[in-house]
């Protein structure tokens, strides 16, 4: 049943994808669960500068609350409408793979935002699939038919572009123009008013250091009804205690995480859950210092010049048996890696004594060197150029 549903979904946006809106753009971030990343910024932009385009966001069921807030135009994903509306826009701006059978249409013109600069191995690069229900052979013949599909693909750096060809197998055209997310944070000193504003909203005081816990997931751990399990122990309660009185947590997991953590134990005026309802990008801008570990928001933040720390307290087990690097991770990541709980927190205390320069401008230029600060414009221009033709 579930092969004759998609076979006939395929059918349909086949037919519909013949009659593109040319002015309708379609965005969706992280299978339809949030109002972020690339997407987003992508859309931040789109809004500003050309009225004429019709802008529209596909949803998950469920996580409609900060589009409903922030009063974006959002359609809800497999509902009567979105089957009218997605197959028609001649535009998608997406940053995930999406389902094979959602059939994208020859007049259909696909930007794929991706989500982050790979330090990690990843599509035909991953050794060893431990995702439920696929294969080596699976995962990769999916990965390589889904990118045939984009038109365009983004991209921060050389580094990044020779690994997405080779990861994706993608032929199509590179915007090198650093990632959309981006822009904000190459052009920090003009968004004051914004960092103030973000503040006021988390509430946060002006004299408080912020520092963001933003890990990434892992393949290996549980998978549960909300999503996955983390299994990484953070000092939660000796950061509070020791910390607590100069500085204030976020917490960022990743979206395949975010519904298992519960903080509702420590105080908020401490420690603050950003897993929901920010975008990341936004977290990055407004923090002071960085901890995380295999995520891809480091490359973001070296734009920022400022402090990371990386918790790995797994990094052997993830690097031999999870994912694997592309890059020996120690001699490339400017700051510490840390693997005790203790140590970490050790670090945050002093971190006026320790030089976190010494690896940045290496750093930055491998892994950042085509981030201009307009990767938003050029991809309007894009649009522009494509629906005049």
């Keep these: 049943m579930k092969k004759i549903i998609e076979t006939v979904i395929s059918i349909w946006f086949k037919l519909l994808g013949k009659l593109p809106k040319k002015n309708l753009v379609y965005f969706e971030s992280f299978h339809g669960k949030q109002f972020s990343d690339n997407p987003k ?67 259909t013109t696909y930007i794929q935002t ?7 191995r990843i599509g035909v690069d991953i050794e060893e699939v431990n995702i439920p229900g696929y294969t ?28 997405f060809k080779q990861a994706f197998g993608f032929t199509g055209e590179m915007i090198t123009k650093g990632f959309p997310r981006n822009d904000q944070l ?38 549960t009804a909300n999503g996955y399990e983390f299994s990484i122990e953070f000092p939660y309660d000796n950061f509070i205690e020791t910390c607590g009185e100069d ?31 920010y975008d990341m990008s936004d977290l990055l801008l407004v923090s002071d210092v960085l901890i995380t570990d295999y ?20 990094s052997t087990q993830y690097e031999q048996d999870i994912r694997g690097f592309y890059q020996p991770i120690q001699s490339l990541l400017p700051g510490p890696i840390i693997k005790e709980p203790d140590k ?14 010494k690896q940045y401008e290496t750093f930055k230029q491998m892994f950042c060197n085509k981030e201009t600060g307009t990767s938003a414009q050029s991809i309007m221009k894009i649009i522009k150029k494509e629906m005049s033709e």
């Excluded at 991706?114 to 990690?120: A, E, Y």
């Excluded at 002006?206 to 393949?219: M, S, V």
């Excluded at 990743?254 to 309802?277: C, E, F, R």
């Excluded at 970490?344 to 320069?357: A, C, F, P, R, S």
Aim: hydrophobic share 35%; proline share 4%; aromatic share 14%.
């Design 41 to 107: 910024a992508v859309y931040d932009y789109l809004k500003k500068e050309d009225a004429t385009l019709e802008l529209v966001w596909g949803v998950t069921r469920g996580y409609e609350e900060t589009f409903i807030k922030q009063k974006v135009p959002y359609i809800s994903r497999f509902s009567l409408h979105w089957f009218f509306v997605m197959p028609r826009a001649k535009f998608w701006v997406i940053n995930t793979r999406t389902p094979l059978w959602l059939s994208k249409g020859k007049q």
């Design 114 to 120: 991706w989500h982050g600069t790979p330090l990690k």
């Design 136 to 163: 080596k052979e699976s995962y990769d013949q999916e990965f390589l038919q889904e990118s045939k599909r984009w038109n365009y693909l983004t991209s921060s750096s050389d580094y990044t572009t020779a690994h």
């Design 186 to 223: 190459v052009n920090r000193k003009s968004h004051e008013s914004k960092i103030m504003e973000m503040k006021r909203q988390l509430g946060i005081d002006n004299d408080k250091k912020i520092i963001l816990y933003a890990p990434t997931w892992r393949e290996t751990d549980h998978k």
């Design 247 to 277: 500085m204030i947590l976020l917490v960022r997991m990743h979206y395949l995480v975010a519904q298992t953590l519960d903080t509702s134990k420590w105080p908020k005026d401490k420690l603050i859950d950003v897993s929901v309802g």
């Design 295 to 314: 995520s891809s928001c480091m490359f973001d933040f070296s734009l920022t010049n400022r402090p990371m720390l990386f918790f790995m307290p797994d």
């Design 344 to 357: 970490l927190i050790e670090q945050l205390k002093n971190l006026g004594t320790i030089d976190y320069n």
